[in-house]
């Protein structure tokens, strides 16, 4: 039988590809080929953090990534990262961050560099 830390690497890589749907504790279990009270208390003990708390630094990791690198809407970066509801995912990205989702775009969003060159192809008074 594989080593529990091996199968604990599974049900990781799990909740990091399946983050933007609904991942439950049986599934994560299931992956890590133990009992669902078993695998809680092995995953706390090897990785320091919840399942849930994992799969909630995951979204917010990916969350944070959409922000600073797309103009997608923040509901729409909301449902993208999996969260059905724009009320949790401000709070939960709040809790991990420590400011909301549209603070923290403002705060990192980079600017787009147009070049002069382009812009003038487009000028109004041609």
Request: net charge positive.
């Given at each position: 039988?594989?080593?529990?830390?091996?199968r604990?690497?599974?049900?990781?890589?799990?909740?990091?590809?399946?983050y933007?749907?609904?991942?439950?504790?049986?599934?994560?279990?299931r992956?890590?080929?133990?009992?669902?009270?078993h695998?809680?208390?092995?995953?706390?003990r090897?990785?320091?953090v919840?399942?849930g708390?994992?799969?909630?630094a995951?979204?917010?990791?990916?969350?944070?990534?959409l922000?600073?690198?797309?103009?997608?809407?923040?509901?729409?970066?909301?449902?993208?990262?999996?969260?059905r509801?724009?009320?949790?995912?401000?709070?939960?990205?709040?809790?991990?961050t420590?400011?909301?989702?549209?603070?923290?775009?403002?705060?990192?969003r980079?600017?787009?560099?147009?070049?002069?060159c382009?812009?003038?192809m487009?000028?109004?008074?041609?």
């Amino acid at each position: 039988m594989t080593p529990l830390p091996d199968r604990l690497a599974s049900s990781l890589d799990l909740i990091d590809r399946e983050y933007a749907r609904r991942v439950t504790i049986a599934e994560l279990a299931r992956a890590a080929g133990c009992s669902r009270f078993h695998f809680m208390r092995a995953f706390r003990r090897a990785y320091g953090v919840t399942p849930g708390q994992r799969l909630r630094a995951r979204r917010a990791a990916r969350a944070r990534e959409l922000l600073t690198s797309t103009a997608a809407p923040v509901t729409d970066v909301c449902r993208l990262v999996g969260y059905r509801s724009l009320g949790t995912f401000s709070r939960v990205f709040h809790e991990i961050t420590r400011e909301s989702p549209s603070a923290f775009r403002r705060r990192t969003r980079k600017p787009v560099y147009i070049p002069s060159c382009f812009t003038r192809m487009f000028r109004a008074d041609s």
